[in-house]
């Protein structure tokens, strides 16, 4: 059964920068696995923010950014307002199911 | 705009099927590239990917649950089915339904909590 790993958690200050990462068990993560990326806020609709490794959903903050970061997929907060505090998901493709990970508690303190 | 809509049963009893709609406007699902896909959430929980049926029919499943899944269109009525057999108590979730278009996930649901419980 393929596993989708993201860190459990990770805190950053106000104005820093932070970089969450999505792993695959079957080996490195490439464009082919379309990596997407959400932001979800407690009692809210996952928000998607990043689709096809670093292409932006028109609604995206500039200050997030996708790309592919030593095998993995990566997602990329620059300049972090207290506002991005919130559970962030990743989604690959494998040839025609996806998988999420389990997501990435960033807190912001 | 686009937009999606879950519906179908709040509460269902361990062993029954569980039947969701999802009706959505502002696209087509006859156009060449788009689905529409459904992941659900366990309270607490991450999300899990389920299923999904493109513009041609095809459709894909979530290997763990495949067994267990049917999802199926009606382009006239712009809606998306999925039906789950043999619910158990872990499958108590918010079902979201959303949109697919270019490989992203874009436009989603507002989801619809299923409790399985007899």
């Known amino acids: 059964q393929t596993v989708v790993t993201q860190e459990p958690s990770l805190t950053v200050s106000p104005g820093g920068t932070v970089t969450l990462t999505c792993a695959s068990s079957?080996?490195?993560?490439?464009?082919?696995?379309?990596p997407n990326w959400f932001q979800q806020k407690p009692g809210q609709v996952p928000r998607p923010l990043i689709y096809?490794?670093?292409n932006k959903q028109s609604w995206t903050p500039a200050r997030f950014s996708g790309s592919l970061l030593g095998g993995k997929a990566a997602l990329t907060l620059s300049g972090v307002q207290p506002e991005d505090e919130a559970e962030y998901y990743c989604?690959?493709?494998?040839?025609?199911?996806?998988?999420f990970g389990g997501g990435t508690k960033l807190t912001v303190l | 705009q686009i937009t999606l809509k879950e519906s179908g049963p709040t509460l269902v009893k361990p062993t029954q099927t569980l039947t969701l709609t999802c009706t959505f406007s502002g696209f087509s699902l006859s156009t060449s590239g788009v689905g529409v896909g459904w992941i659900r959430q366990p309270p607490g929980k991450a999300l899990e990917w389920l299923a999904l049926?493109?513009?041609?029919?095809?459709?894909r499943y979530s290997p763990s649950l495949k067994s267990r899944l049917t999802i199926t269109k009606d382009t006239s009525k712009n809606q998306v089915v999925l039906t789950m057999t043999n619910m158990d108590p872990v499958d108590t979730a918010t079902y979201y339904c959303s949109h697919l278009h270019s490989s992203g996930f874009d436009y989603w649901g507002q989801g619809t909590l299923v409790t399985v419980s007899s």
């Open positions: 049926i493109y513009w041609d029919n095809d459709s």
């Open positions: 079957t080996g490195a993560v490439t464009s082919g696995y379309y």
């Open positions: 096809s490794t670093s």
């Open positions: 989604l690959l493709f494998y040839g025609g199911a996806w998988v």
